[in-house]
């Protein structure tokens, strides 16, 4: 199985900060891989599918980058909004694999 | 608009079975693979089931492999699971999930019905 392993598992920032979350992947997933967010009792939404793909309706302040076995999910200025929990999911095999989970919280 | 809609969800018994429900709307539900995911109280995010868009292929986690079965129904736009030799640990939040490993992963997710497994 792949194994994803996403860090920070949380942070504090400051509205407005630039935030970055990492997953790496236990073995190279080519750009198989999106990020979702969470907020709290709610359905998990997707922001980014193919590494890098913009869903569509998600602001441009979010952006993904990454090949092979390292990712990066990037806020470029975070908003009151944005303070929820990030998963990444790598869907290059079963079985599909999410990250532990990032918390960003108010700093 | 997509909607997915699950329902079946409740308090059972360790041992017990429940079978999940999740009917969609406002797109072609034929022509996409269907996932579950669960989550349990305050914990992160578990794929459970993936099934072809036809019904033919499907695949589980290990977790559950030989107790809970995805089926779907297009003629209903309905997909399903079949939960069998419930445990505590399937205590969860289960979501239905539009997508699979074909299709770049779940896209779009029903609100979630909750199984709590306890005596």
């Known amino acids: 199985d792949i194994q994803m392993t996403q860090s920070p598992s949380s942070l504090s920032a400051f509205v407005g900060d630039r935030v970055t979350i990492t997953c790496r992947a236990s073995?190279?997933?080519?750009?198989?891989l999106g990020w979702y967010q969470q907020k709290p009792g709610k359905a998990p939404k997707r922001l980014i599918y193919?590494?890098?793909s913009l869903q569509s309706g998600v602001p441009s302040r979010f952006s993904g980058s990454g090949s092979g076995t390292e990712f990066t999910l990037t806020i470029s200025s975070l908003q009151p909004e944005d303070f929820a929990t990030y998963y990444c999911l790598q869907y290059n095999d079963y079985p599909l694999t999410f990250g532990g989970g990032t918390k960003v919280e108010i700093k | 608009e997509v909607q997915l809609l699950e329902s079946g969800g409740g308090l059972v018994q360790p041992g017990g079975s429940l079978r999940l429900s999740c009917a969609v709307s406002g797109f072609s539900f034929r022509n996409y693979g269907m996932s579950w995911v669960r989550q349990a109280p305050g914990k992160g995010l578990e794929w459970v089931s993936s099934?072809?868009?036809?019904?033919?292929?499907?695949y589980y986690a290990d977790s559950v492999r030989g107790r809970f079965t995805i089926s779907r129904d297009n003629s209903k736009n309905t997909l399903y699971l079949q939960m069998n030799s419930l445990r505590a640990e399937d205590t969860a939040v289960y979501y239905c999930a539009r997508g699979a490993q074909s299709t770049y992963g779940p896209d779009t997710w029903g609100q979630g019905t909750l199984v709590p497994v306890s005596s």
């Open positions: 193919d590494t890098s």
């Open positions: 073995q190279g997933i080519r750009n198989d």
């Open positions: 099934i072809s868009d036809s019904g033919s292929v499907t």
